[in-house]
């Protein structure tokens, strides 16, 4: 009784403290209003004493999930609303809030840790909470068997253990409108002379080539990393130099030219790019204001929501050539357990995670989020996404920077990207750059 009216506490001042952010749909829990916590039914009802509560009550579990787009929140939940009806002795309760990434590092450090939540298997933050012993060892789970191998390598950690079930993967890619590619006679474009030819022909007809979204410096962030890796191959190890002290950005022939291409694409985009959010950015792109939109995996569903007529493709942003392009890509969605919990949250979180693995299950999430998924049996019959899908097969990848590059580096590095949306001055930007990193990177 305790311990869940602390939770409930603990989750309602984090709804007080966050009612006021916007910028991307958020749920605080299933049945909840935006922003704001809604009271759990069985609350009133609750036995008063030890003898009552053994008679039979559902054990509640949180399942604290960081991703805010409409679709995998959808997939959640009608995963959550299955698995509830056919497990009447547990209650998932999906809690989503904003910027919780923060939140949930906040929530471990003091000690308040969800039982079941989502988490990045391949980033450093992921594998120092592992290093201190807040995330539950999963390995020898038989629902990990349902992962393709490839995405189960993917999240294994440095002592060989897993500790996540890998759900989805991700991607960042040029979301396009295959309707205009045809009516132009447009194909996809394999090189950036081909991009820029796409680009011209669509201007001339009339028709804004790109939508970028910039009002958010973590979106930014995302379409840097997009073009960094498209465009300067090295960009992410080169970061790491910098931040070891062994080199500078600035004067790098790399990022020069990354910055220089990022120009160009400026001169293809909506004129209010820095001030669009990434929500008002897809509403636009899914109506036809633009034929084509950078963005990640997480916003395939979000987009397909909006217009359920969209033919929608995605394509890697092109290099000069072929070989030379790169996409950023890794797993997305990954669902951990605490392994502070007790043995009964414990017992029920393996469950639901057995739940979430099953291939129908997983099916149902795939067809929400629109995100490649890492579980065996997942049909995706979609050829729009078909050149996104070869890149990911090639092995033409490169992980997030947060794989490599330790959060405070990185987003510092996100709002001086956001500065040069503003003045794209690419010599300001790659000495702003060093004068980030030689502060962010001080231990």
Request: net charge negative; aromatic share 8%; with cysteine.
């Amino acid at each position: 009784m305790r311990k869940k009216l602390a939770v409930i506490l603990c989750m309602t001042m984090i709804g007080m403290c966050f009612s006021g952010c916007g910028g991307q749909n958020q749920t605080a829990s299933a049945g909840s209003q935006e922003g704001q916590e809604a009271e759990p039914k069985e609350q009133e009802e609750e036995p008063q004493d030890a003898e009552e509560q053994a008679s039979g009550e559902a054990l509640t579990i949180e399942f604290f999930q960081q991703k805010g787009e409409e679709g995998p929140q959808k997939g959640y939940q009608a995963i959550i609303d299955k698995f509830n009806a056919e497990n009447p002795d547990i209650v998932i309760e999906m809690n989503t809030v904003p910027d919780a990434p923060t939140v949930l590092t906040s929530r471990i450090s003091s000690g308040d840790i969800p039982v079941i939540f989502s988490d990045f298997p391949t980033q450093v933050a992921f594998r120092q909470k592992v290093a201190n012993g807040y995330i539950q060892d999963l390995t020898g789970q038989l629902f990990l068997d349902n992962v393709e191998a490839s995405s189960l390598e993917l999240a294994k950690q440095e002592d060989g253990g897993y500790y996540a079930l890998s759900y989805s993967r991700s991607f960042m890619g040029v979301y396009y409108n295959r309707a205009i590619f045809a009516e132009h006679g447009l194909e996809v474009p394999a090189t950036w002379d081909e991009f820029l030819s796409v680009c011209e022909t669509l201007k001339a007809a009339g028709i804004t080539p790109m939508g970028l979204h910039g009002k958010d410096p973590g979106r930014v962030g995302h379409t840097f990393q997009c073009t960094l890796n498209a465009w300067a191959p090295h960009g992410v190890e080169i970061i790491e130099k910098a931040v070891a002290g062994e080199t500078k950005i600035e004067g790098n022939e790399e990022f020069i030219q990354a910055f220089e291409k990022m120009k160009t694409l400026f001169s293809y985009a909506n004129e209010d790019a820095l001030a669009l959010s990434d929500t008002q950015c897809y509403e636009q792109f899914a109506n036809g204001q633009y034929a084509m939109c950078i963005t990640g995996s997480y916003a395939r569903g979000t987009i397909e929501s909006l217009n359920a007529d969209l033919d929608l493709g995605i394509f890697p942003l092109p290099n000069n050539t072929v070989e030379t392009t790169k996409c950023v890509a890794g797993i997305d969605a990954a669902i951990c357990v605490s392994a502070k919990a007790s043995e009964e949250e414990k017992e029920a979180a393996y469950r639901f995670l057995a739940f979430l693995a099953e291939p129908e299950n997983a099916q149902i999430f795939y067809d929400n989020d629109g995100a490649p998924s890492c579980i065996k049996g997942v049909v995706n019959n979609d050829e729009g996404i078909a050149p996104i899908i070869e890149i990911l097969n090639a092995g033409r990848t490169h992980d997030w920077m947060a794989s490599t590059i330790s959060n405070n580096v990185s987003t510092d590095l996100y709002s001086v990207v956001q500065g040069f949306w503003a003045d794209q001055d690419v010599d300001a930007l790659l000495k702003n750059m060093d004068a980030s990193i030689a502060v962010t990177s001080v231990e």
